[in-house]
């Protein structure tokens, strides 16, 4: 369907699959490699999203996480064991996501993980097993959620890549009924750049109430794609990352007079107003106004409130701090939206 050259002309893609409070997802495409960041959304959803944007859900690499809040997790599990890609996470967001879904498990997580080295041997003749019948199972694509059914429990291995470089592997022997089980597990962590495929990603800590929060900057081909929402304000460190972007998904989530009348309980009004919490529509503009290089080609608006934004108000805010540097070529103005995919953006 896809000719060679088409695909040369957009070797570096960013596509937002949704961004906002019911679930965040994009897409990095650089190189030969695509990237999952995030799986707010089911995988069924995320993957007829994908499709709507003109992007394949069995040509993605790996997903991952920027954090544990279930709107940037929600289609984990399922959408990773479909595909049978490796998931990166910190360590702290991966044993937070772990504890939130499995929550009475007894076990400390250095047994955890001795169990599953103990089961390594046992697994690995599963796992040749499944790799053949892989080959076979093309034929489900529109029931990507189907749960694992009795007489169906080899689904999730069916399409396991073992990766050479994994740093843990997680398959107990029966990973149908251990909700915490994935494919591949690999840990990263913020300050330390690394490599998935031609993807050099830099992950940076961000202030927001989870374990071990990161936003991202992504480098292909020479261009520079940050990820920087659910932060409670911008940091040095983070202002340090987002220099020389070519495109910068910012957090836009509230209009503070909205947040503050708004039908919020005060409690959830002063942790999402807290040094943890979402970036206003304000504070962002206030860093397009004054600490923003105006390098971007593109500047997306992300993570906007349902309840205490709305999109032209996050928009005009924006419009107003980047102070006429907007135009065709730089500083092209976007925003993500919660229900629909962002036409995806290519270099
Ligand atoms: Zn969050
Ligand atoms: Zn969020």
């Known amino acids: 369907m896809h000719s060679d ?11 937002v699959l949704a961004s906002g409070s019911k679930g965040n997802s994009t897409i ?12 707010g959304l089911s995988c069924r959803e995320l993957f007829r999203r994908m499709r709507l944007a003109g992007e394949e859900p069995e040509t993605l690499d790996a997903i991952i996480i920027t954090h544990e809040h279930s709107d940037h997790i929600h289609g984990l599990a399922v959408t990773a064991r479909k595909l049978g890609i490796p998931v990166y996470f910190t360590e702290g967001t991966h044993r937070a996501w772990m504890r ?3 929550p009475r498990r007894q076990m400390t997580y250095a047994q955890w993980l001795e169990q599953c080295r103990q089961q390594a041997a046992a ?13 076979s199972d093309e034929s489900d694509e529109d029931d990507v959620e189907r749960p694992v059914s009795a007489g169906r429990q080899e689904t999730p291995e069916a399409t396991v890549t073992v990766q050479a470089a994994a740093v843990v592997e997680q398959e107990p022997s029966e990973p149908a009924k251990d909700p915490t089980w994935l494919p591949c597990v690999q840990y990263f962590r913020a300050g330390e750049a690394f490599l998935i495929g031609d993807i050099a990603v830099s992950p940076f800590t961000i202030p927001h109430d989870a374990t071990d929060p990161v936003g991202f900057v992504f480098q292909a081909e020479g261009v520079r794609m940050a990820v920087a929402t659910d932060l409670g304000y911008i940091p040095p460190n983070v202002k340090a990352q987002l220099k020389g972007v ?23 009004k002063q942790r999402v107003l807290s040094r943890v919490g979402h970036l206003s529509n304000e ?15 593109y500047v997306i608006l992300g993570h906007l409130s349902e309840s205490n934004n709305l999109p032209e108000l996050a928009r005009i805010t924006a419009e107003r701090a980047l102070n006429g540097r907007a135009s065709l070529l730089a500083n092209r103005l976007l925003l993500a939206a919660q229900h629909e995919p962002l036409t995806p953006i290519s270099f």
């Open 5 to 15: 050259a088409l695909y040369a002309h957009n070797m570096v893609r960013f596509t």
């Open 283 to 297: 504070a962002a503009a206030t860093y397009l106004e004054t600490e923003y290089d105006g390098q971007a080609t």
């Open 123 to 135: 697994r690995q003749a599963e796992i040749d097993a499944a790799a053949l019948e892989c080959e």
């Open 100 to 102: 939130w879904l499995a």
């Open 246 to 268: 070519d495109l910068l998904l910012l957090e836009s989530n509230h209009d503070l007079e909205m947040l503050r009348d708004g039908p919020y309980p005060w409690s959830v």
């Open 28 to 39: 990095v495409s650089g190189g030969h490699t695509r990237i999952l960041v995030d799986a």
